[in-house]
């Protein structure tokens, strides 16, 4: 009987030190799981590098083919809501053109294009029970362009002219979420020129048979892109 009376009594003294320890409605193993999770929970992240393997092409026009168009930048998630992009990019396409004195004969040249970018994005809410994200953004360019004469008829070929713009344009792009470090997907951009200016020893070596000049145009870029964030 007296051991069973002071079972009782142990156990009423156990229940009030846990009562004061944790208050109504705590669950001690809860408590202690969610400090766990909480000490072991690893930061958000923050920066990420990314790369664009695509094509550039020019809608306006026929005579200049889709080059290919490689950029790689670093990034920056803002408040981890909008994603702060700046990146270097280099394009190649090759253009054909009247010659100026001989209708019937064609320039080729080659067009060598090197580009600063800078881009905010905004992902969207993924895809109902998928990993996919899509993602919307606006970038802003500046753009040198470097022409090379190829099959020169009555002009030495060579370096001909060189241009630089400014270009403003959208974008738009879904990303497969593999894990919380890489993401793949694809990205487009369409972009419109603000300003251009261009230097040339050949007359007017950047003008197709719509008589505009090549940074005039308008123009986009479909590629498949890569991103770890770290």
């Known amino acids: ?68 168009n490689f950029s790689a930048g670093m990034g920056y998630y803002l408040k981890e809501v909008v994603m702060l992009e700046l990146g ?15 209708n019937n004969q064609r320039d080729t040249f080659n067009i060598d294009q090197y580009q600063l970018i800078a881009a905010a994005k905004y992902p969207l809410e993924a895809i109902a029970g998928t990993n996919f994200t899509p993602i919307l953004g606006l970038a802003l360019s500046y753009t040198m362009r470097s022409y090379n004469l190829l099959n020169g008829l009555t002009n030495n070929s060579g370096k001909t002219g060189s241009s630089t713009a400014f270009d403003a344009g959208v974008g738009t792009g879904v990303d497969y979420i593999f894990n919380a470090k890489h993401a793949a997907g694809l990205d487009f951009k369409y972009m419109f020129n603000l300003s251009n200016q261009v230097s040339s020893n050949y007359a007017n070596p950047t003008f197709g048979y719509t008589g505009i000049a090549v940074e005039s145009l308008q123009y986009y870029v479909a590629g498949i892109s890569a991103r770890m964030n770290f």
């Open 1 to 68: 009987m007296k051991q069973l009376v002071s079972f009782f009594l142990l156990s009423l003294m156990s229940t009030v030190v846990l009562a004061q320890i944790f208050p109504e409605g705590a669950n001690p193993s809860v408590s202690q799981s969610q400090t766990l999770v909480k000490s072991t929970k690893k930061p958000a992240k923050k920066y990420y590098a990314t790369g664009v393997l695509g094509a550039t092409v020019y809608p306006e026009v026929s005579n200049i083919d889709r080059g290919y």
């Open 88 to 102: 270097l990019g280099v394009a190649k396409s090759q253009m054909t053109t009247k010659n100026l004195l001989f």
